[in-house]
């Protein structure tokens, strides 16, 4: 089973759309994260939530939305794509008898 | 606000010899975590290492250990008997004890290994 699923993997698009990219944890973990991974392959942290609280909002765009209906899920959507969207995304979980953060596949997203 | 430094954009190793990635922080705190994560090609990040500031002792997995020396500020990683399937990207990461845990990562190593 995997641990931390991500859908789609891969996603072109052009700009101006919206978009959703999705994000599954059979861990149990408590806290959930997404990550922007650039052309550069340089990692940054976007969101985090535990509980399906956000805690961390590390200024990104309004034009992403992160959603965690439930402690096992956390959606990232995108409205009105960008050019400079264009990266990997990817999810991450922790729980908290663990310092670990365990990684999703991630998503490449392109926008034309 | 911390920083994380990898100075060696590239390295290669020859297979079965030693290498060593170099990582460099920047923090106030005093308590801490530091990682090691590998990136192959498939872009899965899979953890190597994993050392918590308050131990003295250098993390060790088998092929894999870490050089700790928290007065420096630095943390690298030496890969022992290195193998093709070690050929991947290399991120350092830090990550506080309390409060906001994101990952902060260095810029990566990408390291080849020549057969």
């Known amino acids: 089973d995997t641990a931390v699923s991500q859908t789609p993997k891969y996603l072109v698009t052009q700009m101006g759309n919206d978009k959703s990219i999705k994000c599954e944890q059979n861990l149990g973990h408590d806290t959930m994260y997404w990550y922007k991974q650039d052309s550069k392959k340089f990692l940054k942290i976007m969101f985090s939530?535990?509980?399906?609280?956000?805690?961390i909002n590390e200024t990104v765009p309004n034009r992403f939305s992160p959603k965690s209906p439930d402690k096992a899920h956390l959606n990232l959507h995108i409205n009105s794509l960008e050019l400079g969207d264009s990266a990997v995304y990817f999810c991450a979980c922790r729980g908290v008898d663990t310092d670990t953060q365990y990684f999703g596949p991630g998503t490449r997203l392109t926008v034309l | 606000a911390q920083t994380v430094t990898q100075s060696q954009p590239e390295m290669s190793v020859q297979e079965a010899e030693t290498v060593t990635l170099s990582c460099t922080y920047d923090?106030?705190?005093?308590?801490?975590?530091l990682f090691w994560y590998k990136q192959p090609p498939s872009r899965q990040m899979i953890l190597v290492i994993r050392q918590e500031a308050y131990k003295q002792q250098n993390a060790t997995e088998n092929r894999f250990s870490v050089n700790f020396q928290k007065a420096a500020k630095s943390f690298s990683l030496k890969i022992s008997d290195s193998q093709l399937g070690d050929a991947a990207m290399y991120f350092c990461a830090y990550r506080r004890l309390f409060g906001n845990e994101k990952l902060t990562f260095g810029t990566g190593t990408r390291l080849t290994i020549i057969p």
């Open positions: 923090t106030s705190e005093s308590d801490y975590y």
């Open positions: 939530y535990n509980n399906k609280e956000l805690i």
